[in-house]
C-alpha cells in the first residue's frame, strides 16, 4: 500500500487557473453549439481553439505540471515492464479457460444435487 499524501490544489492562482480552463472548454463547447448555422469548420475550430486554450492553461498550471510528470512516469514504468511471450500468454490463456469451465461444471453439478436434495427429499416435488 502507497504512503503517499494526497495532493490537492490548494493555491489560489492554480484554482483560478483550472476554472479559467473549465471556463474556455466550456466557451468551445457551448461555441460550437451556437454557430450551428455555419461551416462545420468553423464550428469544429472553435471548439478545437477552446479545447487548445484550456489544455495550454492547465499546462501552465502546477497540477498540470505534476499531471504531466506523472504520465511521463506512467509511460517509462511501462517500457520496463516484461510482458509475456505470445505462448505465454497462449498458454495462461487456455489455464483460464479450462479453469472456468471446470468452476461452471462444478457449479452446475452443486446446483443440480442442491435442487434435488431441496425440491425431491427434503419438499418432495418431483
Do not use: C
Not at 1 to 15: F, G, K, L, P, Y
Not at 16 to 25: E, N, Q
Request: without cysteine.
Amino acid at each position: 500500500m502507497s504512503h503517499q499524501n494526497i495532493e490537492t490544489v490548494n493555491r489560489t492562482a492554480d484554482r483560478l487557473k483550472l476554472g479559467l480552463a473549465v471556463l474556455i472548454l466550456a466557451a468551445g463547447i457551448v461555441a460550437y453549439s451556437v454557430l450551428i448555422d455555419q461551416n462545420i469548420y468553423v464550428r469544429v475550430g472553435a471548439f478545437i481553439a477552446g479545447l487548445v486554450a484550456a489544455a495550454l492553461i492547465v499546462v501552465f498550471s502546477d497540477t498540470g505540471r505534476r499531471t504531466l510528470a506523472f504520465g511521463r512516469e506512467a509511460y517509462n514504468e511501462t517500457r520496463r515492464v516484461v510482458w509475456p511471450s505470445r505462448q505465454e500468454t497462449t498458454r495462461m490463456t487456455a489455464i483460464v479457460f479450462a479453469f472456468v469451465v471446470a468452476m461452471g461444471a462444478l457449479l452446475w453439478v452443486a446446483d443440480k444435487l442442491l435442487g434435488w436434495v431441496i425440491y425431491g427429499l427434503l419438499l418432495g416435488w418431483n
